[in-house]
């Protein structure tokens, strides 16, 4: 009986842990990263493969009047907005899964196709934690093969079922990108040698920076871009800022100098109201180009309370300026900011009765803005 208590607590421990919401460390998915004087040591570097990029997958067709791989083809950023090959504007709308590792039943052929084609998502984002605990965190001795066979699937399932992937490096309780610099280099070689010729691909390099300014960032982002350019020079880059991906006026002062970026806003509308918005609405009518690849509906560390209203002024506000987005998460975490009840046993399927009131307020979304 008491072995039976410590495994089903270990368990519990484990599902709490599992967050990635914004602007509260506390909250972080993983315990608290070591100060960076006493950080383990770097594994010894692997070789990037050297094997070809693969054959670009042949795409579906979801023909839903939405911006699909299939109608808009590969992505690139012009005057301030996502764009299509055909130089117009396109708006994503989707989903991030809490982690890889952790959302490995949810990587399936028939979730994949219901998010899709019945649901009307267009971007699924594949959050991949960089530090964490056993097999989760990728540079802190997690299973590294496991994490890029999980982004493999699910980018193989994106293109199968007509949507757009974010591979997210998902810095979060490491604070600073540039504490796993060098991992970040081999993962993101990795990355863009085998998806080079697949439209379908966006890469996320810095999720949420936290306790660090925005030239240490730009510091990492300017070895991170190139690295990724050389085997895709065309990608689209989604690149994180200071305060969990709230800093963007350290950003428009000083933006990076290449092609086809978009900076990273990240909000929970429980906690990030009205001021973060004028914000938003200012730097993007000045031209910066902003990709919210990840926000809620609950207060910043996933619990309560929900803000709907406050996040339906949100979408409003996305909607108008042309601003993409991504809630956070299609999971089944016992927490308010899921989709999915905790409860539920089966990982495809779902009907009403199966969804958080979170998750039936992303499905009402996605319904009211299907337009390109």
């Not at 315990?31 to 006493?38: G, I, L, N, S």
């Not at 994106?158 to 309780?173: E, K, P, Q």
């Amino acid at each position: 009986m008491k072995k039976s208590f410590t495994l089903l607590l270990a368990a519990l421990m484990l599902l709490t842990l599992l967050t990635g919401c914004a602007g509260k460390p506390a909250a972080s998915p993983v315990t608290a990263a070591p100060p960076a004087e006493t950080a383990p040591e770097a594994p010894e570097a692997e070789a990037p493969s050297a094997e070809p990029a693969e054959e670009a997958p042949a795409l579906a067709v979801v023909d839903d009047g939405r911006a699909r791989p299939s109608s808009c083809g590969k992505l690139r950023v012009l005057e301030g907005k996502l764009c299509g090959e055909d130089g117009e504007p396109v708006m994503l709308r989707g989903v991030s899964f809490n982690g890889l590792i952790t959302s490995e039943d949810l990587l399936s052929e028939a979730l994949f196709r219901e998010l899709s084609e019945d649901d009307g998502v267009n971007l699924v984002r594949l959050a991949m934690y960089t530090y964490g605990v056993g097999a989760i965190g990728y540079c802190t001795g997690g299973d590294k093969e496991r994490h890029r066979q999980d982004i493999a699937d699910g980018v193989a399932l994106a293109a199968a079922h007509d949507m757009y992937v974010l591979i997210d490096w998902h810095i979060l309780s490491d604070g600073d990108p540039n504490r796993y610099l060098d991992e970040a280099k081999l993962f993101f070689a990795k990355m863009a040698e085998r998806y080079a010729n697949d439209s379908n691909v966006l890469y996320e390099i810095c999720n949420e920076p936290n306790g660090v300014d925005w030239p240490t960032v730009k510091s990492y982002a300017e070895q991170i871009i190139p690295v990724i350019r050389e085997k895709a020079p065309d990608s689209v880059v989604v690149v994180g800022n200071p305060d969990w991906s709230k800093d963007l006026d350290s950003v428009a002062a000083d933006p990076l100098a290449f092609d086809n970026v978009l900076y990273t806003l990240h909000f929970y509308s429980a906690t990030h109201g009205q001021e973060l918005r004028d914000l938003t609405e200012r730097c993007s009518r000045n031209g910066l180009p902003i990709f919210v690849s990840e926000f809620g509906v609950t207060a910043s560390n996933g619990g309560f309370p929900r803000d709907l209203e406050g996040a339906d002024a949100w979408i409003e506000l996305l909607e108008r300026e042309k601003i993409s987005y991504c809630m956070w998460a299609f999971s089944k975490a016992p927490e308010p900011c899921s989709a999915i009840r905790s409860n539920v046993l089966k990982y495809s399927g779902f009907e009403e009765a199966d969804y958080t009131d979170t998750g039936r307020w992303l499905l009402a979304t996605l319904s009211k803005y299907s337009t390109r």
